[in-house]
Nanobody, 121 residues
């Protein structure tokens, strides 16, 4: 199985920056996709950013130009650099990945527990 642990959340003033990390561990054979989602109170969970094997990235329109997703395959870790933060970025940020476990032939999706990001104005 694969375990994901997010870190780096916290309280920041509007206009500030945070860097989130998502470390994957376990019997990992390969990780294809790593995602960052967020969920604010009373709102649906939304995909914030995705990075596919290599450097292919996708961003929600609301964060384009402000957030940057990256990954370090040697460490099985994804990052989300968040700049120019706004009040509306306040949410629990969750990491997810599509990974193959050693000894299996198909990938599965795995989720972390999330880290709180609070932006104050």
């Amino acid at each position: 199985q694969v375990q994901l642990v997010e870190s780096g959340g916290g309280l920041v003033q509007a206009g500030g920056s945070l860097r989130l990390s998502c470390a994957a561990s376990g019997s990992i054979f390969s990780i294809n996709i790593m995602d960052w989602y967020r969920q604010a109170p009373g709102k649906q969970r939304e995909l914030v950013a995705r990075i596919i094997s290599g450097t292919n990235t996708i961003y929600a329109d609301s964060v384009k130009g402000r957030f940057t997703i990256s990954r370090d395959d040697a460490k099985n870790t994804a990052y989300l650099q968040m700049d120019s933060l706004k009040d509306e970025d306040t949410a629990v940020y969750l990491c997810a990945c599509s990974a193959r476990v050693s000894g299996t032939s198909r990938p599965n999706w795995y989720w972390g527990q999330g880290t709180q990001v609070t932006v104050s104005s």
